[in-house]
């Protein structure tokens, strides 16, 4: 790696860091479910403003994506670099925060605020130092990468960019860990009805748990595909009314995942035979498909070796890291699905993700900004002097 990159990304890290520190409790504090991002989306167009991005450079799309060029001209292609700003809780008042000497806590702290921190700061070096570019770099703070947001942030960014990018970084996740590849999914609702009725006076009746849970039973049981890695989960069951009711109706939600599209077409036959094995006279089960994402393509995409190498070097060279290349569920998979070179790279140290105990080392932040602005500074055809 650049030696003079590695320098300017580890001295600004460390002269921001106070800084960087003071905008993740503000951040982390602002609500954003999925598919309600706006407070978070708003504040963020309002803070790059505010460090000297110009008014016309940033926008917000429909989907509550924040979009920032940095390109200063155009040109046929451009590089994303993109973190999520929704966390997968409820939650539409001021998230809970609180911090010691070394940790901070709340809620989507680490996934994604602080990734998201590390970024919104590393653009920042951009905006004020205003450097010529080989290609225009895109900014993005994307919605709805958590649960049922089903990746449409990043879905209505690819419809609106079609072919232009070249490649694409997201951050997520925790320092060392390096998503390479996409494990794609489909969920489903699945609601099952019956005649219902009192449970002494209608005993034999036909019970919507009941149906369910002998459903789930042989969902679990089924034989998966052994191309390539495959599970299957269900993660939500509601259902009945009284301990005296014979239940009319119960749903849950279902999901299965795989890194190959060939296991998910496999996985998607054998579930549409189980509901249809399942279905009896007096009981009625109807599926909704609630979330598709796309597995890898079956082909590497060109440049996808140099970008994984790139954010290796990083790694090891200014966090002190040795990468661990994963399959996961990111917004990579939307570009890696198209066949354009993406990657996922995690820029922070923490635990307990998707649990209101979540928590970030207040220290790794440093390590992760420099491995944010280095990555951003390969495509830098000329570096500030200071």
Partial sequence: ????????????????????????????????????????????????????????????????????????????????????????????????????????????????????????????????????????????????????????????????????????????????????????????????????????????????????????????AMELPKEAKTTVNVGRFVGGTTVNSIAEEAAVLVEYRSASEECLEQMYGKFVALVEEHLRENTRIDVELIGRRPASGTAVPAGQQALVEAADEALRTLAGEKPIHQESSTDANIPLSLGIAAHTVGAVEGDLLHTREEWVEKASLRRGLAVILALMLAHAKALPRT
Wanted: charged fraction near 30%; aromatic fraction near 8%.
């Fill in 1 to 220: 790696m650049d030696e003079r990159i590695c320098e300017l990304a580890r001295a600004y890290a460390r002269e921001v860091y106070e800084e960087e520190l003071e905008l993740l409790r503000r951040l982390a504090r602002i609500p954003a479910p999925s598919h309600h991002e706006e407070r978070r989306a708003e504040f963020i167009r309002q803070w790059l403003i505010e460090q000297g991005a110009p008014v016309d450079s940033v926008r917000i799309d429909e989907a509550n994506n924040v979009i920032l060029s940095l390109g200063g001209e155009e040109h046929e292609e451009c590089a994303v670099f993109s973190a999520h700003t929704d966390v997968v809780f409820p939650d539409t008042d001021e998230l809970p925060l609180r911090e010691d000497e070394t940790r901070l806590y709340a809620p989507g702290v680490g996934d994604d605020t602080a990734n998201l921190v590390g970024l919104l700061m590393a653009t920042r070096f951009f905006i004020r130092h205003k450097l010529p570019l080989d290609r225009d770099i895109l900014v993005v703070a994307n919605s709805c990468e958590e649960g049922l947001g089903n990746l449409e942030g990043t879905r209505t960014l690819f419809r609106a960019l079609k072919r232009r990018v070249h490649e694409f970084t997201s951050f997520d996740l925790y320092l060392g860990m390096h998503v390479t590849s996409a494990v794609g999914s489909h969920r489903w609702r699945v609601r099952c009805t019956t005649e219902g009725g009192h449970s002494w006076e209608n005993f034999g009746r036909d019970n919507a748990i009941e149906a369910l849970c002998s459903f789930i039973e042989d969902l679990y």
